[in-house]
């Protein structure tokens, strides 16, 4: 069965805020002293109502696209080009327990009952690149990668001064710097540089709302929950009256406003029903290889309906999706983190496996993250906010390596957190240069005083 989130407070409010900006006609709540905008949501309740004319639109930032470009531009960039796709751990994964220090008599000690044991029924599984680490037994579809040289590991990643609010901390590894405020997202800038004004698919969030870290200042990406079940509701659930209606929308996509608020919205609403006929021939696909996939996950869905479209030649270049469950586990935190881990990793394998049976794994990387780590001493059932996390980059061009090591817990931060020996940003930098071939100094700030890690990627 899933397992929820063991929500703080701090983060329900995010969360509600993130949901109402991110929803178009929703609006946006007041923001709360101290809490930073997030990345994509730089708009006065004005100027969000007015560009979404209260309708739940497809496409965001598609000021400049004239509808009759929106085909030309899909069928001009259907080009094969690097596609990074991020898998957000929601709520702070606890990254010593899946990369654990079993043999560590102060793991032990700091985590009475929920430390691994090499006994244990289904025990931790080891670690190829230092003895001293072991996988937790439900990442070990992820390990099997990472045995084939298709996974770069992170086990202490984070930033000086770490922040242990998921709001903010969230915020600064979606805008990709260390202050609060900026309106874009670090892959929305990368697209900003590199896409196009009609391709909306250039960059799509697998969720019902935008991704913050995909937010761009103008050029046109795309939001939808699901590729394999993309579709527009309404209470006309009878043919042919729903698709002649959704059909009219498109249309209203070609008219003229003398309003530049209404002609944007038209031509949102035309471009949506564009993405709804484009993305309309992924249902019901089959992956070569469906049995791998967990059943019943959006993570699966999401994954496998985006290999359909790399292999359909649509023009994906970066996707952004959540992965299985959530990860803020003050309790319960023992079978949470057993299930979702697992159902995320497997989605993950089968997602790489997919990839290769359709010759596409030379084009595609994943990055898996979190906001934070979880504190080393355990409070009973679960753990509270920490410090450094961990990070995962699969796919066949990962270096297959392990990064920055593992710190120990013999000395800890001032907050007795796990100290970082990596930083989120260096490894932004380094996927945007190494893998997308682009320069990162435009795109994160700061980016010449941060160190490159030449083995992330092959």
């Not at 703080?8 to 929803?23: F, G, I, K, V």
């Not at 560009?51 to 739940?56: E, Y």
């Not at 309106?183 to 800038?189: M, P």
Request: proline letters at 6%; charged letters at 20%; a negative charge.
């Amino acid at each position: 069965m899933p397992h929820d989130h063991c929500h703080c407070r701090d983060y329900t409010r995010s969360e509600l805020m993130r949901r109402a900006a991110a929803q178009a006609g929703e609006g946006l709540p007041a923001i709360e002293t101290g809490m930073p905008l997030p990345a994509g949501t730089g708009l006065s309740r004005r100027n969000f109502l007015s560009r979404s004319a209260g309708l739940a639109l497809a496409v965001y930032g598609a000021t400049k696209l004239p509808l009759a470009a929106f085909e030309a531009g899909i069928a001009q960039a259907a080009t094969p080009s690097r596609v990074l796709v991020s898998i957000f751990f929601d709520g702070g994964i606890d990254s010593l327990n899946v990369l654990a220090p079993v043999n560590d008599s102060i793991y032990q000690n700091l985590r009475p009952t929920l430390g691994l044991h090499l006994n244990d029924a289904q025990p931790p599984l080891d670690f190829s690149e230092d003895a001293g680490l072991f996988w937790h037994p439900s990442a070990g579809s992820l390990r099997t990668l990472h045995g084939e040289d298709k996974v770069s590991v992170f086990p202490a990643i984070g930033y000086t001064s770490p922040n242990q609010s998921h709001f903010t901390s969230r915020h600064y590894y979606e805008i990709g710097e260390l202050q609060v405020g900026a309106n874009t997202g670090w892959l929305g800038r990368y697209i900003e540089q590199v896409g196009s004004d009609d391709n909306p698919l250039q960059g799509i969030s697998l969720s019902n709302e935008l991704s913050p870290a995909l937010a761009t200042p103008s050029k046109p990406v795309a939001a939808v929950e699901s590729v394999t079940r993309y579709d527009l509701w309404s209470w006309a659930d009878d043919e042919p009256v729903e698709s002649n209606m959704f059909e009219s929308f498109a249309n209203l996509g070609t008219f003229s406003s003398d309003s530049p608020a209404l002609t944007q919205a038209r031509r949102a609403i035309g471009q949506t029903g564009q993405v709804r006929e484009q993305l309309g021939a992924f249902n019901g696909f089959t992956s070569p290889v469906a049995a791998l996939y967990p059943k019943n996950t959006g993570l699966s869905d999401q994954l496998s309906g985006l290999a359909a479209m790399l292999g359909a030649g649509l023009p994906v270049q970066v996707a952004t999706m959540s992965a299985v469950g959530g990860y803020d586990t003050h309790e319960d935190e023992a079978d949470t983190l057993s299930s979702n881990l697992e159902r995320t990793c497997d989605a993950v394998f089968a997602f790489q496996r997919d990839l290769e049976a359709r010759g596409l794994d030379d084009r595609v990387m994943v990055e898996m993250w979190s906001e934070f780590g979880r504190r080393p001493e355990e409070n009973g059932g679960g753990t509270d906010h920490g410090a450094a996390g961990l990070a995962f980059v699969v796919g066949k061009h990962a270096g297959g390596t392990m990064i920055g090591g593992f710190p120990g817990l013999a000395t800890l931060d001032p907050n007795d957190n796990i100290v970082h020996t990596s930083d989120f940003r260096s490894m932004y930098c380094t996927l945007l240069e190494d893998w997308l071939g682009v320069d990162a100094g435009p795109i994160i700030p700061g980016a010449d005083s941060l160190p490159r890690y030449t083995t992330l990627v092959d």
